[in-house]
């Protein structure tokens, strides 16, 4: 029983350990996929994805596999938005999976080519792929 007491702190350690490593690994992946949207690489952006993820953009169809989701923020890169800011809010890890909860803010060009500020929130659902986090589904949409 004391040996069983004893192991319970360790467990907690260990768990608190992997979460910190899994929200530093997501972070990682969105510091790439920003850096990768602020180049204009729609195709890097895709390769964060897994082989057969699916995209949910707001008023558009879903988008499956890594050839339409590039497609996706071509879209987006090639309309002008700008992602201006990203904030995981919560992440929770499932075995092999984990759920991130987040709120973005961007600009996008309206029809008179002015900037006007965007906010919004997303769900992503994150799959470990040989050891590495890659989204798995995606989906976001704006407040207002």
């Known amino acids: 029983m004391k040996r069983m007491l004893l192991a319970i ?21 969105n ?4 850096a990768a949207y602020a180049k204009g690489d729609a195709a890097a952006i895709a390769r964060l994805y897994t ?3 699916q995209a949910f953009p ?9 050839t339409e989701i590039e497609h996706v923020w071509a879209g ?3 309309s002008g938005m700008k992602i201006t800011g990203l904030q995981t809010l919560s992440v929770e890890q ?8 987040g ?14 500020k965007l906010d919004g929130k997303y ?6 792929v040989n050891g590495t986090w890659m989204l798995d589904s995606d989906i976001w949409n704006l407040n207002h």
């Open 9 to 29: 702190p360790l467990l907690l350690l260990a768990v608190s350990a992997q979460a910190r490593d899994l929200k530093s690994d997501i972070d990682a992946a």
């Open 31 to 34: 510091q790439k996929f920003g």
């Open 51 to 53: 082989p057969h993820a």
């Open 58 to 66: 707001p008023g558009g169809d879903i988008a499956t596999g890594r």
């Open 76 to 78: 987006a890169i090639q």
């Open 94 to 101: 499932y075995g092999n999976a984990a759920r991130e909860i």
């Open 103 to 116: 709120r973005f803010t961007a600009e996008a060009p309206d029809a008179q080519k002015q900037m006007t």
């Open 123 to 128: 769900v992503v659902v994150w799959k470990r």
